[in-house]
């Protein structure tokens, strides 16, 4: 089993930039791809960014390719996205999911997510 808690997510000015953080309880997250998903009020959950078991590659959504970089930490079983130039269209809850299996970008495809992180981003 692995508990997933984000934290980072606030209220910002466009032009911001913000990190989040997903941190892991329990099973270590070297052996889980990770991803992050948004989702809007009134949308579905939308795919950011995905990274293998021990980094080496990374994909991206082409709504936040190259203003999101996404990072891991497996000696601190720890995820990172960097968020940079936020626009109001970033607005959403920010979640992370783990999974053991490929390298998904569908929401289906991941077993464990966390409980969410408000970004709020005004204008």
């Known amino acids: 089993q692995v508990q997933l808690v984000e934290s980072g997510g606030g209220l910002v000015q466009t032009g911001a930039s913000l990190r989040l953080s997903c941190a892991a309880n329990?099973?270590?997250?070297?052996?889980?791809?990770m991803a992050w998903f948004r989702q809007a009020p009134g949308k579905e959950r939308e795919f950011l960014a995905s990274?293998?078991?021990?980094?080496?590659?990374?994909y991206y959504a082409d709504s936040v390719k190259g203003r999101f970089t996404l990072s891991r930490d497996n000696a601190k079983n720890t995820v990172y996205l960097q968020m940079n130039n936020l626009t109001p269209e970033d607005t959403a809850v920010y979640y992370c999911?783990?999974?053991?299996?490929?390298?998904?970008?569908?929401?289906?495809?991941?077993?464990?997510w966390g409980q969410g992180t408000q970004v709020t981003v005004s204008s």
């Open positions: 999911a783990a999974t053991m299996w490929g390298v998904p970008r569908t929401s289906s495809a991941y077993n464990y």
């Open positions: 329990g099973r270590t997250l070297s052996t889980n791809t």
């Open positions: 990274i293998t078991r021990a980094g080496g590659s990374t």
